[in-house]
């Protein structure tokens, strides 16, 4: 077998090089303690669990994009997590179940999913995130958005956008009266594509009424200001008014709290919220073309309020300026070990010569290094283009 054939990985999977590796790192580990820093406490999760655990309650909206095995020790089904989110929630009602609430967690790992999409076509990624649970406050929306974004402008993420959403909201308008599946599946495609002309069309099924209600709905996404504005003018069902009232309220707070950040609404989205029960968000930026974060309210399986976000860490790396190389210095293969130790103390990345070299200064380019130890100093090189690796 070639050496390419022996590295070649399965679509949407990935190896990570340097320095890449190294970035990601310190970015995970920048994100946590801006976490740490509003009080989230950290968790880790297993990477596989049982079947029946891993997709319990509202993950099973995720069991399409499951990886499955057999467990040769239990003779049962393992899940790959294709999501961290329920595995906090899962942690904090079983295992912290007996601290108080509201309960702030984090999280930072990878995961696997059976397919990626146009967008994103990694199936395996990391993800960062932190829940409240415990909480129905409009309040805990507000802390986990703008912790997130708070977190990502500190990074260098520039142009940030939240877009809120309300996947319940067209459920409590169906309420009443509801369609039967397949008007209901020809309704939330129309809904997600914004065909405000294909819902209008539905009246027959849906009534005048509420189908004028969706189609303005679905034309109401945009600018959060228009959006609330075309929400408020909906003569709205009790249980849909209630989930508008929700909205509202945590548009109200963020607008307050950070009035410089972008806010647009989108009341009729659903795809990616499948299991969230309340308030939804997403996060753009103006150097990413797909989001870098979602989140929103949903809930345990204690039946407990939960809220949280999850930033995808591949999408936040792309949306970073490229990072400047890590300063490499050259030791001499007669350098002192006290003072290479003194070195790296004052945060140096060393590079031992191994065997004696004629020419330190062509052993330090051809490793990458920065810089060459002369007569027990850091002298910087001439800056050689590096080119650039694979993954």
């Given at each position: 077998?070639?050496?390419?054939?022996?590295?070649?990985?399965?679509?949407?999977?990935?190896?990570?090089?340097?320095?890449?590796?190294?970035?990601?790192?310190?970015?995970?580990?920048?994100?946590?303690?801006?976490?740490?820093?509003?009080?989230?406490?950290?968790?880790?999760?297993?990477?596989?669990?049982?079947?029946?655990?891993?997709?319990?309650?509202?993950?099973?909206?995720?069991?399409?994009?499951?990886?499955?095995?057999?467990?040769?020790?239990?003779?049962?089904?393992?899940?790959?997590?294709?999501?961290?989110?329920?595995?906090?929630?899962?942690?904090?009602?079983?295992?912290?179940?007996?601290?108080?609430?509201?309960?702030?967690?984090?999280?930072?790992?990878?995961?696997?999913?059976?397919?990626?999409?146009?967008?994103?076509?990694?199936?395996?990624?990391?993800?960062?995130?932190?829940?409240?649970?415990?909480?129905?406050?409009?309040?805990?929306?507000?802390?986990?958005?703008?912790?997130?974004?708070?977190?990502?402008?500190?990074?260098?993420?520039?142009?940030?956008?939240?877009?809120?959403?309300?996947?319940?909201?067209?459920?409590?308008?169906?309420?009443?009266?509801?369609?039967?599946?397949?008007?209901?599946?020809?309704?939330?495609?129309?809904?997600?594509?914004?065909?405000?002309?294909?819902?209008?069309?539905?009246?027959?099924?849906?009534?005048?009424?509420?189908?004028?209600?969706?189609?303005?709905?679905?034309?109401?996404?945009?600018?959060?200001?228009?959006?609330?504005?075309?929400?408020?003018?909906?003569?709205?069902?009790?249980?849909?008014?209630?989930?508008?009232?929700?909205?509202?309220?945590?548009?109200?707070?963020?607008?307050?709290?950070?009035?410089?950040?972008?806010?647009?609404?989108?009341?009729?989205?659903?795809?990616?919220?499948?299991?969230?029960?309340?308030?939804?968000?997403?996060?753009?930026?103006?150097?990413?073309?797909?989001?870098?974060?979602?989140?929103?309210?949903y809930q345990t399986q204690a039946g407990e309020a939960a809220t949280g976000i999850t930033l995808f860490v591949d999408a936040v790396l792309r949306a970073l300026p490229?990072?400047?190389?890590?300063?490499?210095?050259?030791?001499?293969?007669?350098?002192?070990?006290?003072?290479?130790?003194?070195?790296?103390r004052h945060g140096w990345n060393t590079i031992d010569v191994l065997d004696p070299e004629p020419d330190p200064s062509a052993e330090a380019v051809r490793l990458d290094?920065?810089?060459?130890?002369?007569?027990?100093?850091?002298?910087?090189?001439?800056?050689?283009?590096?080119?650039?690796?694979?993954?």
């Amino acid at each position: 077998m070639s050496t390419l054939a022996a590295a070649l990985l399965p679509a949407g999977l990935a190896d990570v090089l340097p320095p890449a590796a190294a970035f990601e790192a310190r970015t995970v580990e920048r994100l946590m303690r801006h976490f740490a820093g509003f009080g989230y406490e950290r968790v880790k999760p297993p990477m596989i669990e049982f079947e029946e655990t891993m997709l319990a309650g509202s993950a099973e909206a995720l069991a399409a994009e499951t990886f499955r095995l057999m467990d040769p020790l239990a003779q049962r089904l393992l899940a790959l997590r294709p999501d961290m989110t329920m595995q906090v929630a899962r942690i904090a009602s079983s295992r912290l179940a007996h601290r108080p609430r509201p309960l702030r967690l984090s999280y930072a790992g990878q995961v696997v999913r059976v397919r990626g999409s146009q967008l994103h076509p990694e199936r395996q990624f990391g993800q960062a995130g932190a829940e409240i649970v415990g909480s129905g406050a409009a309040a805990a929306d507000v802390e986990v958005i703008v912790m997130a974004t708070s977190a990502l402008a500190d990074l260098g993420v520039c142009g940030l956008t939240v877009d809120l959403g309300l996947p319940t909201l067209v459920p409590a308008m169906l309420a009443a009266a509801p369609v039967d599946a397949a008007a209901a599946r020809r309704l939330r495609i129309a809904l997600d594509r914004k065909d405000a002309s294909a819902i209008a069309a539905m009246a027959p099924v849906l009534g005048d009424d509420r189908a004028d209600m969706l189609a303005r709905l679905a034309a109401s996404s945009g600018p959060a200001e228009g959006a609330l504005a075309v929400l408020d003018g909906l003569d709205l069902p009790a249980a849909a008014a209630a989930e508008r009232a929700r909205l509202e309220s945590v548009h109200e707070r963020l607008h307050r709290e950070v009035p410089a950040l972008t806010l647009t609404i989108d009341a009729a989205e659903s795809r990616g919220f499948e299991y969230h029960t309340g308030v939804t968000y997403a996060l753009f930026a103006e150097s990413a073309a797909e989001e870098i974060g979602r989140g929103g309210r949903y809930q345990t399986q204690a039946g407990e309020a939960a809220t949280g976000i999850t930033l995808f860490v591949d999408a936040v790396l792309r949306a970073l300026p490229r990072p400047r190389p890590e300063p490499r210095l050259l030791l001499p293969a007669d350098t002192p070990p006290g003072l290479a130790q003194e070195l790296r103390r004052h945060g140096w990345n060393t590079i031992d010569v191994l065997d004696p070299e004629p020419d330190p200064s062509a052993e330090a380019v051809r490793l990458d290094c920065t810089h060459l130890l002369v007569d027990g100093r850091p002298r910087p090189l001439p800056a050689v283009p590096r080119p650039a690796e694979k993954g």
